[in-house]
């Protein structure tokens, strides 16, 4: 309850500041947030989902359809939590907040006819997560780098994409975890594409596998590699390159820092590395809690990183890509998706040893 109590305290202090009626809340990582991990996703292809939150200043409403009330009332258990629910057949049109915010103003954390856009605001909120918060997200690290591991112990050549993705869906399904990310390349569709959807080609000798798992409306991201027979040089030097890159991620994300200077110094180690382009053929991550990624870093990224906080950075060269997600410390920052046994390549920087994830050599 003293969760829900601090982040009511929040919403209630974005009225006040912005002097609104009200505040919508549909994005499904928002009301996962405000509902203290509750998940009001149908479809999980979909950011906006059946259920709206609306906060005023002195009441809590709950908004959906007859479809999804009975679950988020006895599973949910919202209406314990203080929503009041207010609940329209499944035939009939959807409620119109108007009906309580008035002609007045009112915010929401997307795009919605006539209120202000606060999207940005709520995601600054969503990703500055409490010590509750803290301790599900690891467990949640664990969980996704469990799931990983035993995906990439299963596979084997003649597999197709497809097959390959099935098993990393089983191994998260199984612990309540949605792969809302599940992307599996295979020998040169590694080099070809940052975002390879499986299909149904063949595993010969190299695959990669990517997660962003969600469990308690937290997202978990990680990316690991595998490989039968003797590693080609080529791939081994430009794993090396990146994982080189990475560690620069990794030790520069501490308190104080912007991600824009973070972003600006892994750019740094990308030209050290003899890749200066690179960088652009993909995003390279950033703040991560309830979204994927709450924002993306770029060279211009003006947020301020904090302790406490998530980051999933995915650094990356035509076929090789490094990517855990990482708690900032107060003194230092922690791998929460390690997978224990999984081969590492030693890094230095700054006079601190790194082990970033080697390709898994069968």
Known sequence: MQEYTYKQNQLKS???????????????SSISWATCGVNSAVNTATTNGPVKLLITKDK?????????????EQEGQLKTQGWEFIVTP?????????EIVGDGLFGADHCYPGAIDLTAKISQLRSNLLPAEQARFKE???MCAAAMSKTMHAIKPGMTEFEIASFLSFETEKQGIKAIVNLVATDERIFKYRHPLPTEKQLERYAMVVLCGRKWGLVCSLTRLVHFGKIPVEIQNKLTSVAKIDTEFIRNTRPGKTTGEVFSMAREAYQKEGYPDEWKLHHQGGITGYEPRESVAGPQSKQIIRAGQFYAWNPSISGVKSED??????TENEVITKIEGWPTIDVSSDGINYQRPAILQK
């Open 60 to 72: 809590n409403y709950l908004i959906t359809k007859n479809i999804e009330a009975p679950r988020l």
């Open 140 to 142: 949640l690290g664990d």
């Open 14 to 28: 974005l009225l006040e500041q912005h002097k609104l009626n009200g505040l919508l809340l549909n994005r499904v």
């Open 325 to 330: 997600t990482i708690f900032v410390g107060e």
């Open 90 to 98: 499944w035939h009939e049109p959807d409620f119109d907040p108007r």
